[in-house]
């Protein structure tokens, strides 16, 4: 007996040292990564058996090396971490939403666990709950767009456009110059310069709004020789943008113009 | 009773070697661009289907030691038929090329970057341009080349057998090329090089030049590294941890720069979610940025200041 007992006191303390040895480094990994900086991506749509969830809204952080998915018709939003090809269930309470609308995960937001994700073609297929998921590629933009409709569909607009800052002097000689101006900018969600580009214009529209300068946004697909708008103006390359004064082509936006657009805009129309 | 051969002209001996002494020197100068990165030019070959019977590396490595052979001929004085008359076959496929080139590139069959890349990456050229100056540069030297050729030429078999002795140096360097540090020498991205300078194509009515200042413009500010790699690059995957690692610390921004397509992206992240941006850049803008997969580069305010063959060493010693 006593032997027995001796033995039993010898494992206890081994059985709990391996215990701790498992245990210790997943709570230090759980505790460890560093679940923020999610922000509104606008690469995917969210499809829940079969129907598109309209409210649903797609964050990726590149620290967390995560995706996150809120959506009313979800039970829980979802994280899902491609390194450990998880899928799992995040408590409400445990999203700190910012004000400028990115989301810091508060320590330990997991609840549950679902099955793992796999990738088929260009979707992502996960379940939650038993319902069937699956994020799909976003549609690009067509169409003319006014600059809330880009915004909503590419978040990454937004954010590009709150960090660039156009020349002030520039700006004003835009806002008080006397000539109406037609502003058209041909771009695609899809092209990677356009996502660099663009927010740059529409942040110059932003602040030129009130003046005599008429900025109008038209989306193209990734193949857009077919599209009327683009054939009209001879469209070859995005973004491309067409500067009308007084009814009069003055010129096009293209290239390293892009740099800078508002310098490049006020020397075309001579503001 | 022989009479002598009427001696030519003195001027038109001179002409006559200044040709040869030129023309060889385009050849070679031709032959040292293609010799830094043999295998862009086997990528040309390939893609010109001029790879029959040996495979397009065979073939770059039989081109750029002909064109050594025949240039330093000419500029050693050679101009014997044996030496002008594959010059002028030489000159005369660089020609078709090019104007095959140009011809697609007006019936609008390929873009301009379609060019000839008989001066490797260190001239780029658009298929007009490349015709109309090889048209000028190589026709005009080997024509004239012909004028006079000498009857006798002092030291011959010397300057055969320096031909001999270079050429085959030259097999060596083609074989031994990739594997030596010259990508700054061979490519346009070398430490100083500002990225408003690196571009692809050119303002017209058909197309608009674009530089790496537009696709990527964080990189104008603060310090970076990017990898040039397509995703599928076995170095890139198995460096993934480290680069994770890397970027998740307070050293310099990483980006990967590729022109893998957008499911290849969209792949890759569902697989390594990488803590760090894939910014898409054509091919025609990094394809003259390295001669292997991956090399990386660190930006500093928008200037290059190091390159690297492969991954960067030590991402961590540039912490702050």
């Known amino acids: 007996m006593d032997k027995k007992f001796q033995k039993t006191a010898l494992r ?31 690469d995917y749509l969210l499809e829940l058996d079969g129907a598109m969830v309209d409210d649903a809204k797609i964050y990726r952080s590149s620290v967390a090396q995560a995706v996150l998915i809120v959506a009313s ?15 799992e269930k995040v408590s409400l309470l445990k999203m700190d939403e910012k004000a400028d609308g990115s989301i810091d995960l508060l320590p330990n937001p997991v609840y549950a666990a679902e099955q793992g994700f796999s990738v088929d073609g260009s979707d992502v297929v996960f379940s939650v709950e038993g319902h069937d998921a699956r994020l799909k590629p976003k549609p690009a933009l067509a169409g003319f767009q006014p600059p809330a409709a880009i915004f909503d569909h590419s978040p990454e607009y937004q954010q590009r456009a709150g960090f660039y800052s156009p020349s002030d002097a520039v700006v004003q000689a835009l806002r008080s110059q006397p000539k109406a101006v037609r502003v058209q900018i041909f771009f695609g969600t899809w092209c990677p310069a356009c996502g660099q580009m663009v927010p740059r214009i529409l942040k110059v529209a932003e602040q030129t709004r009130g003046s005599k300068i008429e900025f109008a946004f038209y989306g193209l697909e990734r193949e857009f020789s077919g599209d009327s708008e683009a054939k009209k103006l001879g469209i070859k390359s995005v973004p491309t943008g067409v500067i009308w004064v007084d009814g009069v082509e003055v010129g096009r936006l293209t290239g390293n113009d892009w740099r800078n657009p508002e310098s490049a805009l006020r020397d075309l129309i001579g503001a | 009773m022989t009479t002598q051969p009427a001696e030519p002209p003195r001027w038109r001996a001179w002409i ?76 005369g496929l660089f020609v078709f090329l090019n104007g095959r080139a140009y011809w697609r590139f007006a019936q609008g069959i390929v873009d301009e970057e379609a060019s000839c890349g008989c001066f490797g990456n260190l001239l780029s050229r658009t298929p007009a341009e490349a015709f109309w100056q090889d048209l000028a540069m190589l026709v005009p030297p080997l024509l004239l080349a012909f004028l006079a050729r000498p009857g006798r030429i002092s030291k011959e078999r010397l300057r055969i057998a320096v031909v001999v002795a270079v050429s085959l140096a030259a097999v060596l360097f083609v074989w031994k090329a990739p594997e030596l540090p010259l990508d700054d020498l061979a490519t346009r991205l070398k430490p100083g090089v500002e990225i408003t300078d690196i571009c692809a194509g050119r303002d017209s009515e058909e197309t608009v030049r674009v530089c790496l200042d537009i696709l990527m413009p964080q990189l104008q500010v603060g310090r970076h590294i990017v990898v040039i790699a397509s995703l599928d690059n076995e170095e890139l995957r198995s460096g993934m941890e480290a680069l994770s690692e890397a970027a998740l610390g307070d050293g310099p921004t990483i980006w990967i720069a590729t022109d893998s397509l957008e499911e290849e992206r969209q792949a890759f992240f569902w697989e390594w979610a990488p803590p760090f941006e894939i910014r898409e850049v054509p091919l025609a803008m990094i394809r003259p940025l390295y001669r292997r997969q991956p090399r990386s580069f660190r930006v500093e ?3 290059v200041i190091e390159t690297w063959a492969g991954l960067p060493p030590g991402v961590s010693e540039y912490d702050d």
């Open chain 1, 12 to 42: 206890a303390p081994l059985l709990l040292l391996a215990i701790a040895l498992i245990a210790v480094p997943t709570l230090f990994a759980q505790a460890g990564a560093r679940m923020n900086g999610f922000l509104p991506t606008g």
């Open chain 1, 73 to 87: 018709e979800l039970p829980a939003p979802v994280l899902i971490r491609p390194r450990v090809r998880s899928v």
């Open chain 2, 16 to 91: 006559g070697t200044a040709a040869g002494v030129i023309l060889g020197a385009v050849l070679l100068f031709a032959a040292w661009a293609k010799a830094l990165d043999p295998a862009s030019f086997a990528e040309l070959i390939e893609s010109e289907g001029l790879a029959i019977g040996l495979s397009a590396s065979a073939w770059s490595v039989v081109m750029i030691v002909a064109e050594v052979a025949l240039g330093l001929a000419l500029v050693l004085g050679l101009r014997r038929l044996w030496v002008l008359l594959p010059s002028a076959a030489m000159v």
């Open chain 2, 301 to 303: 305010s928008g200037v």
